[in-house]
């Protein structure tokens, strides 16, 4: 997967804290928000937050358990409105 990645030119992962990465894909016009790919690494959580726009996540690889006890797979989709408060935690290996 990383040389499919390196090829796409999406191999300049930023480190955003101990075990978060972010991979910019496109900055959305008038500052309507952002599209990324998000690495996780288990067992890293990320802290109460509230979303100031919608969030659509597609998870690729791996699980994440979210602040409601669900668990999200490869292929799960989960949609967060705008306010939406919440946390998350990279599980699995």
Same mark, same amino acid.
């Given at each position: 997967?990383?040389? &499919?990645? !390196? *090829? &796409? #030119?999406? &191999?300049? /992962?930023?480190?955003?804290? !101990? ?14 928000? /952002? ?13 109460? @937050? +509230? @979303?100031? #726009? !919608? =969030? @659509? ?5 791996? !699980? +994440? *358990?979210?602040?409601?006890? +669900? =668990?999200?797979?490869? #292929?799960?989709?989960? @949609?967060?409105? &705008?306010?939406? =408060?919440? /946390? ?6």
């Amino acid at each position: 997967m990383a040389q &499919a990645l !390196e *090829r &796409a #030119g999406l &191999a300049d /992962w930023i480190p955003e804290g !101990e075990g978060k990465w972010s991979l910019p894909i496109q900055f959305l016009p008038d500052d309507a928000g /952002w599209v990324e790919l998000m690495r996780l690494s288990p067992g890293t959580r990320l802290g109460l @937050h +509230r @979303h100031t #726009g !919608e =969030v @659509h996540a597609l998870t690729l690889a791996g !699980e +994440r *358990r979210l602040n409601d006890g +669900r =668990v999200v797979r490869p #292929g799960d989709y989960i @949609h967060e409105p &705008a306010g939406n =408060v919440d /946390w998350g935690e990279g599980t699995g290996t």
